[in-house]
């Protein structure tokens, strides 16, 4: 079996956008799923014909079929337009011909003309069977949009690419069907008189992006372009006994999808590189400098190459007949975040009058940072607040039920040991749609984010064949007792729907995670039933910096190795935080200010006071003041760029557990006036969950014609829940500890029992359309229903 070895060299340099690592990979998968799958014949150089006992005149004939390819159309088309041209009874032909070709001179550059005719000729059938070539596709492909196929490798002359998009030797429109088809080449082919025409009639096209472009855009879908991004490069380096990809400096194709709402789908030809034997030109050698030096000049790769000869000799120009099979047809997604919802109790008490209170005046707006503290009535639970924020997601946005396939609720806010909120929130999906996947995700404040990497996953995973989305939904009540950090309390609920073709992407294979056995935040079961939790306060804090610490390096360390960018703070628009406070936020954003000063990548403006801190652990410095004070002062200038704007909700409903990290995202929506500033711009996000469970990863905006609608909705979203904080009542702090022991005589309350607030009045205190809980029966069933 061949030996599969490939190296992928810089395939990603800085761009408008990244193209998504995971494209490569399902390049790579493919092959080498494939090669383990074929018989070991289609990888020796027995003749199609020996093998499917062809007689010998046969051959012959499948030999002079490559005669055109060998010694080149564009020579041949030369030879017969330098004929018309010397002989002049020819003459008013060639006046025929050059009135012609001037008004249709831009034809190959306006998507060309491609004939069901020439693509069917019997000349590329018998070039299919000279090669037993196979076309194979891996999946269905909705004719609802356009795509860009990307062909690997070249090899010599690209066989198997020409085969499968330039003619119909391998069944394409059969395979593809709804699909219209383009193959992209070099710009000099359509300067050769006549040559031109036939390429023009195969539907070939030039490889500049305006005739790309052009063609993705002659219709709004049903559009198919197929390159060969490698190009001359990858063609020096077609050897049988290796597949290098050569992706340096060639990802235009991967922007000029992202700009065109195109999907890219990887294709394979196995096979190609033993179609010749090229002399050796390992890197760095002779033969290779001078092959480099005459490519750079000409744009042509000069590669010295031995076939086979026409009399079956082993020697000579013709391609070795070898099995060439080509796999397409996995699409790569924009899998991440097309909608999303937000929900906040209408009831809050002022940080400023709540520290004046509790006798801790300024430690909680000035120590900690925040402002307000959305709290809920006893009539408002985790099941609630979920079902409020799911429902508004499913009406605003119109999201049919019966669309949705994944859905799971990220909470720490237990209201039972056994049933999940998930299966409460089916309750909106009124019977009608069952066969949704998902349940509750667990682990103090992480369990948002994983109940969101699930929803990608799935997405990923299904999508493709069940056509249907997902929603992460996260919701928690944060409330501690009297005597413990009871102003870090808040209350809320997010819901995201996840699907392809997203404006907010999750980039792939940048999850950096970090998991440790801490007990430094616990509710244990036991007792009396509580909402409070334990905590241990100093050692929270320090087990939150030092998952930031280890994420942050591993996030660096994956896009190194897997898409070969060495990132910095600098590369994002904003960083967003899991932020119980926002004092916490600041000294988390400074640790990573200072990690990169340390690593070269940033200068600040107090860098000798940071000396002194260089070679210190990382750990000895999670409580050291100097240390927070002097990172403080240099970062603030970045801190006011990518943080602070983008605190708004967290500063003013408090720490919401599992939704706080997104809720800097609405604020980010909120602001943004001038919509393509974000276009392809970075943004960092920070996870955490005490006990503990932590990630790092990143997102970026996909906005293009396809995204447009749906960014707009998640904007007007987000600039009506700012709004929307200030439609909030405001209570003083003697009615909100009174609030809060009516919640906990609810909690310990065995049996059946009715909420204080229900019986109050319920609309005074809620949102119109909020969900709220209007009894428990003997049984422990909770009872909903919603304002109207």
Known sequence: MIKF??????????TDKPPDH???????????????????????????????????????????????????????????????????LLWGILLLYSIWYYYD???????????????????????????????????????????????????AIGIGTILSFGTEATGLAKAFSGLKFRLVTLPVNFYFPIHREIFAFMGVIPSDAASIEYTLNIAPHGRAVAIVPGGAEEAMDSHSH?????????????????????????????????????????????????????????????????????????????????????????????????????????????????????????????????????????????????????????KTYDIRPDSIGYLSVGTETLVDKSKSVKSQLMMLFDGSNTDIEGIDMKNACFGGTQALFGAIDWIKANHKTDQRFAIAVMADIAVYSSDGPRCTGGAGAIALLVGPDAPIVIEDGLRACFMRNSWDFYKPIGGIASEYPIVEGEESLNCYLSALDACYSVYKQKTNKIIKENRS??????????????????????????????????????EEKLEQFKDKDPSSTYSDREFASETRIASLHLLQEKVEP??????????????????????????????????????????????LASAMFSIFFNLNTKTQSDFEKMRSISKNAINRLDEREKHSPELYNEIMMTRQKLVERKGAGVPTASLNGISQHLFPGTYYLTKIDDKSRRSYDQVQ
């Not at 899991?578 to 070269?600: E, I, M, N, S, W």
Request: charged share 20%; glycine share 6%; proline share 4%.
């Open 5 to 14: 070895q490939i190296a992928l060299r810089s395939i990603m340099q800085k």
């Open 569 to 606: 703070l600098t590369d994002f628009h904003s960083v967003l935080f899991h932020c119980p406070f926002y004092k916490l936020v600041q000294k988390a954003f400074a640790r990573l200010v200072f990690t990169d000063y340390v690593a070269g990548q940033i200068n600040l403006p107090n």
């Open 105 to 155: 001179k831009d034809t190959p550059w306006r998507g060309s003309r491609a004939s069901k005719f020439v693509r069917n000729l019997r000349l590329w059938k018998y070039c299919g069977e000279y090669f037993d070539a196979e076309l194979v596709k891996t999946t269905d492909l909705p004719v609802n949009r356009n795509y860009i196929f990307a062909c690997h490798p070249h090899g």
């Open 646 to 691: 983008n605190m708004t909700l967290n500063r003013r409903i408090g720490n919401m557990y599992t939704p706080s990290l997104y809720a800097q995202l609405f604020t980010l929506l909120s602001r943004t006036d001038d919509v393509q500033s974000l276009n392809n711009q970075r943004v960092l996000l920070f996870s955490y969950g005490s006990g």
């Open 242 to 394: 290796n597949y290098d990809l050569t992706l340096k400096e060639r990802k235009g194709f991967v922007k000029l999808a992202i700009r065109n709402g195109a999907s890219l789908v990887p294709v394979y030809n196995f096979g190609e590189n033993k179609t010749y034997h090229q002399l050796p030109n390992e890197r760095g050698s002779f033969v290779r400098k001078v092959q480099t030096i005459i490519k750079r000049a000409t744009g042509i790769s000069p590669i010295v190459v031995c076939g086979a000869g026409f009399f079956n000799n082993h020697f000579g120009l013709i391609p070795r007949s070898v099995k060439i099979t080509t796999v397409g047809g996995m699409t790569v997604e924009n899998v991440g975040i097309k909608a999303i919802q937000i929900y906040f109790p209408k009831n809050y008490v002022s940080q400023d009058e709540l520290e004046k209170y509790d006798g801790n005046e300024g430690k909680y707006t000035k120590g900690l940072g925040q402002d307000e503290m959305s709290f809920c009535y006893d009539n408002e639970d985790v099941n609630s607040i979920a079902l409020t924020v799911t429902a508004n997601l499913l």
């Open 22 to 88: 995971r494209y490569f990979t399902r390049v790579l998968t493919h092959a080498k799923d494939k090669i383990d799958k074929l018989d070991h014949r289609y990888f020796t150089c027995v003749p199609a014909y020996r093998k499917n006992n062809f007689v010998r005149g046969e051959t012959r004939l499948y030999n002079l079929t490559f005669l055109p390819i060998i010694l080149g159309m564009p020579v041949i088309a030369t030879i017969i337009f330098l004929y018309i041209l010397l002989n002049p």
